[in-house]
Nanobody
Framework: QVQLVESGGGLVQPGGSLRLSCAAS????????MGWYRQAPGKQRELVAL???????NYTDSVKGRFTISRDNAKNTVYLQMNSLKPEDTAVYYC????????????????WGQGTQVTVSS
């Protein structure tokens, strides 16, 4: 079974940057879309960014212009470059492999990582 492992989280000051990585232990078919989610304490998990097999990207409004998602299929890795971080970006970030259809991302139930903590604080 393919496992996803996130890394790159940590503590950063407001305005700083982090780059998250999500590495798959096996090969995820390139037809899968990939998504980054986050969950802050007391809040529901939300989709932050997605990238399709055709490299189409989409972002939630609160991170547009600050976050960039990318994928390297040869390395089975997805990245999330986060710039101009704000305290409200503090959350556990998860990656997921799923399906993008009719402008909707459907997360794969079996393709979740364990998450990586991002804390933005001075």
């Amino acid at each position: 079974q393919v496992q996803l492992v996130e890394s790159g989280g940590g503590l950063v000051q407001p305005g700083g940057s982090l780059r998250l990585s999500c590495a798959a232990s096996g090969s995820i078919p390139s037809i899968y879309a990939m998504g980054w989610y986050r969950q802050a304490p007391g809040k529901q998990r939300e989709l932050v960014a997605l990238i399709t097999s055709g490299y189409i990207t989409n972002y939630t409004d609160s991170v547009k212009g600050r976050f960039t998602i990318s994928r390297d299929n040869a390395k089975n890795t997805v990245y999330l470059q986060m710039n101009s971080l704000k305290p409200e970006d503090t959350a556990v970030y998860y990656c997921n492999a799923g399906v993008y259809y009719s402008r909707t991302y459907y997360p794969g139930d079996d393709y979740w990582g364990q998450g990586t903590q991002v804390t933005v604080s001075s």
